[in-house]
């Protein structure tokens, strides 16, 4: 495998445990991974990083925001076993840790979505803290009788900037944005920014952008290689160095219920994705450190 992660993120075995160490319990990072446009690989790269976090060590929640609940489908998590969802948690009706449930990939838990979280917006949309549901039920996630420490928390927002994109924004410290390498990218690009910048003013004042990751880059293709250009032009060191290829195992995964890491963990995508997780982890130290 190319690029491996260097030696103090090295790849643990997804059958092995990480040994908590006692402690205070700290808080998790937020990264709402966010883009307005459909088809970009949202839920995609909100699996799969996670899994390569998990992989590398980090205790990971995937918060699944969108109505379509692809990220718990995705992690081969039934409905049927998505008793208290994160429409519950968002209602004001459940805590969030009710709504955690573990994956198949140690370390790394969902809370999963359903259908009912389409209708939320109308029902929360006159009270005063409908921006903040998502921030208030984060507060107490870890510890406590279930004994949670995670270290990250992934959510994976719904394709619009609606009332619950807006409360993972509120919540989160940081946004990562995926963006497929095709000819409106940068469009939708500046749109997320807008809102971000929005958010920032009204909202949550210490909230950045933590990355803008391309995804489905195909080298073959000028439009791609274009769009890479175009986008580093415009972001700069904003943008990650991985990409994310164009990758028939990525697409694939889903359908067996299982991150590409965990269904073919040394196909081109999956290399990616660990990259991903090491360019990340490598930033949160410099953010630590700055």
Known sequence: MSDLPP??????PFEKLVAKTNGPVASPRVLAIANQKGGVGKTTTAI?????LAAIGEQVLIVDLDPQGNASTGLGIE???????T??????????RDAVIPTSVPHLFIAPSTLDLSGLELEIGQQR??????????GNLNGGEQGFNFTYVLVDCPPSLNLITVNAMAAAHSILVPLQCEFFALEGLSQ????????????NPNLSIHGVVLTMYDSRNNLSNQVVADVRQFMGPKVYDTMIPRNVRISEAPSYGKPVLVYDLKCVGSEAYLRLATEIIQRERELKAS
């Open 79 to 85: 409905r049927r076993a998505r008793r208290t969802s």
């Open 129 to 138: 803290d409908r921006a903040f549901r998502l921030r208030n039920a984060l």
């Open 48 to 52: 799969n990083l996670g899994t390569a």
């Open 192 to 203: 997320l920014l807008k809102t971000v910048d929005e958010v920032k003013k009204t909202l």
């Open 87 to 96: 429409y519950d948690v968002m209602a004001g009706t459940a805590p969030l």
């Open 7 to 12: 030696n103090d993120l090295q790849i643990i």
